[in-house]
């Protein structure tokens, strides 16, 4: 069976009518998908997303071990997810002393995503009604 080209391997194609989209942004969403669609890494960027009830102009931020904590994942396992979102320029750290604290950094595509996960929640419970 023949592997799915890639956005990566469509780079150095000749352009077609479709996708609409430049070849980087193909790549650059073909990474965001396999960044967050890691389920781990996704419960990291809805946990980070609640509002901060304190002061909500101030954004909601959390420790790695906190964030391990909540999510029952090991501090290793959190610390690495964490790696990669930040990578992804997705969550961003404030060192308060010896502590590191994670927030979101890109809310506007991170909303966008929780907006498809919603979307996805309600076509699962249409389906399954």
């Known amino acids: 069976m023949p592997r799915k080209k890639t956005a990566a391997v469509r780079l150095n194609q000749p352009r077609s009518r479709f996708p609409r989209r430049s070849p980087e942004l193909d790549v650059f969403v073909d990474q965001f998908l396999s960044t967050v669609c890691d389920t781990s ?4 960027l ?4 609640e509002p901060n009830e ?28 964490l790696h990669l979102l930040a990578d992804f320029h997705l969550v961003t750290t404030r060192k308060q002393g010896t502590a590191v ?29």
């Open 41 to 44: 890494r996704r419960y990291i």
């Open 54 to 81: 304190k002061d909500p102009s101030v954004p909601y931020e959390l420790r790695s071990g906190e964030i391990a904590e909540v999510l029952g994942l090991s501090h290793a396992t959190t610390s690495e997810h």
């Open 101 to 129: 604290y994670y927030r979101l950094s890109n809310h506007m595509l991170v909303q966008a995503f929780l907006d498809f996960l919603q979307a996805l929640d309600h076509h699962d419970q249409k389906q399954s009604s």
């Open 46 to 49: 809805e946990l980070l997303a």
